[in-house]
């Protein structure tokens, strides 16, 4: 607490950079992957094989990635948003494509029976009866992402992983907790917000 009230403004800063980084990357994965697995998810085959890259990505370690791109990308923010990006990817991906392949048979006759056509089905009943899975994996990709937006200070992407960094560096025990702990809460604060919003979604599909 000392530290933090000797450094508001360093801290402040801190978390924006965190903030935009993983907001970004998030965006980014969501935006490659969500219409990715629409297009993929009536491809058996398709389908199948990005469930299998998805799993395969997963097992990838963070930092792995990172690491990966620093000689491809060098170091920053681009590098450190792309990463991320990457890890977000794989569990959208995958929920995508199981949530679609998994909505109920008869719904979908009875919505072919009412007259609709493939994009209206698709809209009004494939894709809400998908939508807690899918926000699963986005519940998942964005805790994964605030997490791991930590260890974008080992190729220059700044945030709070800067703070531990430093600390550790300069043996400064303040800056260093200060760091550790506001990661901590901001990946805890993604998981609770986003499960209360996952399972208000699950509740609304359930009572439809």
């Known amino acids: 607490m000392d530290w933090l009230r000797a450094h508001p403004g360093l801290f402040l800063a801190a978390v924006g950079d965190h903030l935009l980084l993983s907001l970004t990357g998030l965006a980014i994965g969501i935006a490659l992957a969500l219409p990715l697995g629409i297009a993929v998810a ?10 299998m890259l998805g799993g395969a990505l997963r097992t990838i370690p963070s930092l792995a990635v990172l690491a990966a791109l620093l000689p ?5 923010f681009t590098p450190s948003v792309i990463a991320l990006a990457l890890l977000a990817l794989p569990p959208v991906l995958v929920n995508t494509v199981i949530g679609i392949r998994s909505a109920d048979p008869a719904a979908l006759d009875a919505a072919s029976g009412l007259g609709m056509t493939g994009t209206q089905r698709a809209m009004q009943v494939e894709m809400p009866l998908a939508a807690p899975l899918i926000f699963s994996g986005l519940r998942v990709a964005a805790v994964q992402v605030v997490s791991a937006a930590a260890l974008a200070t080992f190729i220059g992407g700044g945030g709070l992983g800067d703070l531990v ?13 200060v760091g550790a702990i506001a990661i901590a809460m901001l990946a805890l604060g993604t998981e609770a917000a986003l499960g209360m919003l ?11």
């Open 72 to 76: 491809l990308l060098g170091v920053g």
């Open 198 to 208: 996952e399972r208000h979604l699950a509740a609304r599909v359930r009572g439809a």
């Open 165 to 177: 960094t430093q600390g550790l560096a300069l043996l400064d025990t303040g800056r260093m907790l």
């Open 42 to 51: 009536h491809r058996p085959r398709l389908a199948e094989a990005s469930i």
